[in-house]
């Protein structure tokens, strides 16, 4: 398994906004479509969008569609989570994940990062 690394998270307030960063560790090829997922405390964990390997597809929880926007750049094998007009709702520990990875020795399956925290204040 090769571990996805979140980044990008922070302390905003209401209305701001943040710019996740999806990525493998190490070296490599490409990644296959990629999940975001949050977990709030006392809150069962919760799918946010997910994009397929080209970023042509791409699919939304309900309440994440018309402010967050999912997109990846291929070069950098990295996908990125644009939140926009953040809510106290949104603080959570948000985690990413590939489905497959390409690396040297071929396509192994990805593994939940550590998470990067973001919280937003009211």
């Known amino acids: 398994q090769v571990q996805l690394v979140e980044s990008g998270g922070g302390l905003v307030h209401t209305g701001e906004s943040l710019r996740l960063s999806c990525a493998a560790s190490g070296r490599t090829f490409s990644l296959l479509a990629v999940d975001w997922f949050r977990h709030a405390p006392g809150k069962e964990p919760e799918f946010v969008a997910t994009?397929?390997?080209?970023?042509?597809?791409?699919y939304y929880a309900d309440n994440a569609e018309d402010r967050f926007i999912i997109f990846r750049d291929n070069v950098k094998n990295t996908v990125y989570l644009q939140m926009n007009s953040l809510k106290p709702e949104d603080t959570a520990v948000y985690y990413c994940n590939a489905d497959l990875v390409q690396i040297e020795a071929g396509w192994v399956f990805g593994s939940w990062g550590q998470g990067t925290q973001v919280t937003v204040s009211s």
């Open positions: 994009i397929s390997r080209s970023g042509d597809n791409t």
